[in-house]
């Protein structure tokens, strides 16, 4: 019986899907024995903490001579087991995100933050995103949690696009975007950020966050015989949507809002499919000015968000203070291999 090709490769694909879908779950499964191991071992500790600081090192110590090749039971890290049984007081968490993050992504948790709902959400976001631990450190260092999940955000999504995408779109936006990866310079024009921008597109796109691929910057569109320029175009695999965003180097104007609404519009008319949900406009300001960006966003048709950016040397002190210096990484670094090794 001869094969039938496409059907045999149609098969193959489906035996690797199943395999890798093993793969991740044993991967899984084994992290969340371990972090139920880990829970286990600090709840023994927090119910024998009368017994004085020495207990710890005594339990090191012992627990060392009889597991000689097992790592991951040092003073230190049996500390941060104690102090990871006291936040998480039930064992219920093993089925839930918390039991998916591998340990080291809650070292970096414990040390980092201390709010429960602030590390639920940073929980989700590194599972969903599968940060490593020093991403997710540097999402915690550049205050994504304030940026994204509690910012005050000037948009008109709620108004212009249908449930659950305007939700989607609202919870993907950020106040301000930190573009820390280019350096001010006075009478900096804005085609010289957008070239920054674009030549650091990796960390761009990070910044811009999960689902958003590249179209290209000074995106041509040719309309009833004129030529015009989108600053930068994205797709947003996520939203299902073009994603237009225009960038300015001063405080928002009203203007800027209908020019943005004119570019959705082409863009939905000359690129968006079918099967596309509409298309979102961003427009990035040095200051949003939210009561008359506001206003502007009122009667505007089409789906825009007003935000505000932050270049490396215009970083306010209350974002600049979140920003780690290279010694900070260095010592979080050696901190981290130092218990991987023990």
Sequence with gaps: MLINTKKYLQVVEDIKKQIKAAQQRAILNANAELIALYWNIGKSINKHKTWGGKFIQNLARDIKNSFPNQRGFSTRNLQYMAQFASIYNNLEFTQQPVAQLPWRHHIVLMNRVKNNNERKWYIARAI?????????????????????AIADKTTNFKDRLPTPQSDLAQQTMKDPYIFDFVEYNKGMAEREV????????????????????????????EIDGEDFYVDMLFYNFKLSCFVVIELKMEDFKPEFAGKLNFYVSAVDDLLKRPT????????????????????????????????????????PKEYAKILPTAEDF???????????TQ
């Design 128 to 148: 969903e995103n599968g940060w490593s631990s020093n991403a997710l450190d540097m999402q915690i260092d550049r205050n994504l949690y304030a940026r994204q």
């Design 276 to 315: 596309d949900n509409p298309t979102i406009g961003i427009l990035l300001c040095k200051n949003k000015k939210k009561v008359i960006a506001e206003y502007a966003l009122r009667d505007i048709k089409k789906p825009i968000s007003v935000n505000e950016f932050k270049l490396l040397d215009k970083l």
């Design 330 to 340: 260095v010592n979080r670094v050696k901190l981290l291999d130092e218990l991987e």
């Design 194 to 221: 957008e070239n920054a921008l674009v030549s650091h597109i990796t960390k761009f796109l990070l910044e811009l966050g999960n689902g958003f691929s590249f179209v290209g910057s000074q995106y041509h569109l």
